[in-house]
């Protein structure tokens, strides 16, 4: 089993800067992809921003250019820098992992994350 503890979450004004962290801890073999996902009220979750383990990320479109994503094999951990945000990026933001050569999926809590004046 994966733990994936997640921190950094709050409310910004717009245009303000947010950064996400998550760790993973626990029994596997290998990790393989860590990214983000988010999902606002009355919306499905979709990706935000992935990475490999060999470190090539994958952004979606409305935060290219804004957001960027990094990890730390040695810690098992991946982050998130969010920059110029927009109330349309208000939502919850989860971490998420593969493992085992991407035999399980876990999940993080969840970090609530809110762009308001």
């Known amino acids: 089993q994966v733990q994936l503890v997640e921190s950094g979450g709050g409310l910004v004004q717009p245009g303000g800067s947010l950064r996400l962290s998550c760790a993973a801890s626990?029994?596997?073999?290998?990790?393989?992809?860590m990214g983000w996902y988010r999902q606002a009220p009355g919306k499905r979750r979709e990706l935000v921003a992935t990475?490999?383990?060999?470190?090539?990320?994958t952004y979606a479109d409305s935060v290219r250019g804004r957001f960027i994503i990094s990890r730390d094999n040695d810690k098992n951990a991946v982050y998130l820098e969010m920059n110029s945000l927009k109330p349309e990026d208000t939502a919850v933001y989860y971490c998420?992992?593969?493992?085992?050569?991407?035999?399980?999926?876990?999940w993080g809590q969840g970090t609530q994350v809110t762009v308001s004046s």
């Open positions: 990475m490999t383990s060999i470190g090539i990320p």
């Open positions: 626990g029994r596997f073999f290998n990790i393989g992809a």
């Open positions: 998420n992992t593969k493992t085992d050569n991407n035999a399980n999926e876990y």
